[in-house]
C-alpha cells in the first residue's frame, strides 16, 4: 500500500542545522515534494526532487534515494522563523498522479 | 490580493446543516483541488477538477460535493454536514505542466461542525 512517515516532532536551536526524514511506500513513485507549513498558514512548495540525489536551494536542500524509499530536507543556518511544519508529499502515477501526504513534522527552533 | 482565496476563513454549523466553501483563484490554473486537513493526518485529497467539464474523486470523497462554476472558480459542498467533517479545507491549484506541477493554497477555512 502507499505510506509516507516522517517525526512527528523536532526541536533545533537558531543557527544550527537540522535534517528532517520521510520514507515513502507507493507503487508508482513519480517524484517527491517537501513543502513548509506555517502555524494557521498555507502550505507553500519548497522543492521537488524525482532523481537521486541533492538538490540545492538557499538554506534548504532536499535528498533522494529512491532505491531506499527515502528523503531528507536539510536546513542550514536555522532561523526563528523556520519554525513551521514541514510536509513530505510524495507523486504516485498509480493514483492519477495525485499526491500522497505524509502527516508533517513539526520544527521547533530554540534560541 | 491573494491568488487563491477561500471564504469563509472560518466557519460554525450545524450538524445536519448544508454548507458551501468557496475558492476563486487568479492564478489562471486549470487544475484545482480541494484537501481537508486534521491534526497528525496528512492531507486527504476531497475532490480535484483538471478543467470545467472534469470533476473526480479523491481519496475521501464521500459526504461531499463540488461544483466547477469557472475556470476560476471551485466550491465545496457538505450537504449534511456532521462533526468528522470538523477541519482545516484547503483550495489549491496547479497549473498542470506535468509530474513536478507544485500546487499553490489558498489560506484555508476551519470549519467546525457541532
Known amino acids: 500500500g502507499q505510506n509516507i512517515d516522517q517525526p512527528t516532532e523536532m526541536t533545533a536551536t537558531e543557527g544550527a542545522i537540522v535534517q528532517i526524514n520521510c520514507t515513502y511506500q507507493t507503487s508508482g513513485f513519480n517524484g517527491l515534494f517537501w513543502y513548509q507549513q506555517h502555524a494557521g498558514e498555507a502550505p507553500t512548495f519548497l522543492s521537488y526532487n524525482v532523481l537521486d540525489g541533492l538538490e540545492e536551494k538557499g538554506r534548504f536542500s532536499s535528498f533522494l534515494s529512491r532505491s531506499k524509499g527515502y528523503s531528507y530536507l536539510l536546513l542550514k543556518e536555522l532561523q526563528m522563523k523556520d519554525s513551521a511544519s514541514y510536509l513530505c508529499?510524495?507523486?504516485?502515477?498509480?493514483?492519477?498522479?495525485?499526491?500522497?501526504w505524509g502527516a508533517g513534522t513539526k520544527l521547533i527552533i530554540k534560541p | 490580493d491573494a491568488d487563491v482565496t477561500q471564504t469563509p476563513r472560518n466557519r460554525i454549523t450545524k450538524t445536519g446543516k448544508r454548507i458551501m466553501l468557496e475558492c476563486s483563484q487568479t492564478?489562471?490554473?486549470?487544475?484545482m483541488y480541494w484537501y481537508r486537513q486534521d491534526p497528525g493526518l496528512g492531507l486527504r485529497l476531497i475532490y480535484y477538477?483538471?478543467?470545467?467539464?472534469?470533476?473526480n474523486k479523491g481519496e475521501i470523497s464521500d459526504g461531499y460535493s463540488v461544483s466547477r462554476q469557472a475556470q476560476a472558480k471551485f466550491s465545496l459542498s457538505l450537504e449534511s454536514a456532521i462533526p468528522n467533517q470538523t477541519a482545516l479545507y484547503f483550495c489549491a491549484t496547479s497549473d498542470g505542466q506535468g509530474s513536478r506541477e507544485k500546487l499553490f493554497f489558498g489560506s484555508g477555512t476551519q470549519l467546525s461542525v457541532l
Open positions: 508529499a510524495v507523486s504516485d502515477m498509480d493514483s492519477n498522479y495525485q499526491l500522497i
Open positions: 477538477s483538471f478543467d470545467v467539464k472534469d470533476i
Open positions: 492564478k489562471g490554473h486549470d487544475r
